[in-house]
């Protein structure tokens, strides 16, 4: 009986703490937070002169409300692959019809220093492959 008590007594004074947490003063979220869906991964070079790589992504977001939010760049060197991470986001108070609307995006992929040779982007999950090839320079006359 007198566990009983112990318990009692010990979640009386935790339960309030466990509810308002740990007293952060940041208040409540203003925006919910998504992955958007990619749809696909196109990748483009753009020329004469010095050349762009770009990765052109297509996708949706699935509400009246939420938009394009952040788009995070990482690139994995030994294994030569760009990872994109799109999100979206959507304000928590605001109600928001169920609406899927497309988007597009234009990522410069910095491969200026990097060597020729076969290369991926992976955008949300969604993989393409690229081989790069800059043209040979003529030598000098």
Partial sequence: MKQVRLTIRLLVLLVPFLLVGCGSEQGPAEYLFRQA???SVEVEFEGPGPMAVNA?????VAESCAQVDEIRQEF?????AFTLTITTRRPVDEACLEQIT???ATIPLPLDEMPDGVYTV???GVTVTFRLERPAEPPPE
Avoid at 56 to 60: A, N
Avoid at 76 to 80: F, K, L, P, S
Wanted: glycine residues 6%.
């Fill in 37 to 39: 869906t990619v749809e």
């Fill in 56 to 60: 052109i992504i297509k996708g949706t």
């Fill in 76 to 80: 994995d060197e030994r294994a030569r």
């Fill in 122 to 124: 992976i955008a949300n």
């Fill in 102 to 104: 497309p988007f597009e």
